[in-house]
Each structure stands twice: as C-alpha cells, then as structure tokens.
C-alpha cells in the first residue's frame, strides 16, 4: 500500500509543465481551473491520486498553488523545474533540494540575520527526508544540497558567487522556498526535484533560452516513477 493516498505536483513554468501532461497521457488527465491556475488530476496504477498545478512563475504564485494543493488535501507535495547552477552542477544534471530559503529575504535592519525570516531559527527549510529517500533510492548518486530562492532570474555572477561563497548553496530558482514554507506551516512533506537549464551567470538568460527550446521529459518521468514506486 501507498504511503500517501493523494500527491501534489507543483510546477511553475509551462515549458515545464506540459511535459507532464504529455507523459500522463495513459491516465487521461482531468483537467480543470482553480484560483485561475491550469490543474490536472489523474491517478497511477498504485491508486496515488495526483493534482497538478501550472501556478505560474515566482514565489507568490507558487506560495498561492501550495496552499491550493493543500487545500485539496494533497498529503505531499512534489515540485520540479528549471534553476540555475551555483555550484558543482552542470547544465542538463538532475538535482534534489536538501534545503531552501530566499535570498532576497531581508529583515537585517532591525536584527535578524539575512535571509531568516524568524528570530533563532535558520533560514534554510529542510525537505522531508523520507522523499529524499525515495529519490535517491531510484537515482543512486544524483546530486543534492541547498537551494537558494529569489523572485528574481539570476543572471549574475557576483550574486552567483555570493550564493554559493556564504550559503553553500548549489542551485537557484524562483519558487521552491516558499512552497517549502507553505508546506512547512500545513505540516505537508514536500521535496523538490530540479534541471540545472544555465549557468546563473552573466550570460544565463541566453543559455537558458536555448535550454527551453527543446522538450524535455526528463523531470516529469523522473518524478512519476518515484510516484509509481511510494
């Protein structure tokens, strides 16, 4: 039996989203609208209910789909997408979030530390171990570490290196610590499953123009076949 009998899949950007759809097209998706975001339900051989949702790029967008999967009663919540490389990952490479926090977060003027949004406690959000687990138990050696949010496309290498040189972090994108936060608060597990699409560098929005080009359906079946296995 199934460790959850419904799943959330949160994905911000069509050229990431459609993907899915195509690789479900067995179930026969569902579609429909809520909140004005493009959803999707299906079910897998496993009887694991799945909701999709297109929400839309940025933390507010994604922030407001994760409230909506939860509201649907979804019991974890998987995201994948796009992000920039920081740090020891290469373009086209596979990565898993361990952590998450905003990096455009600032509250140091009346004493926190950058990026905490809360005193005493660490800006870097875990991602549920158990899911973790079930990645890597599919995808032995695929690549993990932190993730660094940001309602901002990082095409910059001053603010890449600054990323990497005091948080550690690995990869960048625009949704993945808000939806983390949001899933914290409604005690939801969530794990995030990225595609590294450019180099978050000075010339990133190039690269990742020609990254997009191209449909790829390496996430989607990734993320399905971990579905397929809970």
Known sequence: MSAYK?????????VEYFPLIKTAAEYSPKEEKRLGMLCHSFTLENGIEVFS?????GKVAAAAGAV???NEGCEAVFNFGFSGAIS????????LGTGFFEHD??????GYEPCQKKRNCDPVLNA???LLGEFKKHFAGIFEGVFATGDCFVSNSALRDKLRDDYGAIACDMETAAVCDVCKMAGIPFVSLRQISDDAGDSASDIYRETIS???V?????????LKGL
């Open 218 to 226: 390496s996430m989607s079946l990734a993320t399905l076949k971990v």
């Open 214 to 216: 191209v449909s790829d």
């Open 53 to 57: 949702v297109l929400t839309g790029i």
């Open 105 to 110: 977060f600032d509250l140091t003027p009346i």
């Open 6 to 14: 419904k799943v959330g899949i949160l994905v911000a950007d069509d």
């Open 128 to 130: 549920d171990e158990f």
């Open 68 to 70: 909506l999967l939860a």
């Open 88 to 95: 020891r990952v290469k373009k086209g490479e596979l990565v």
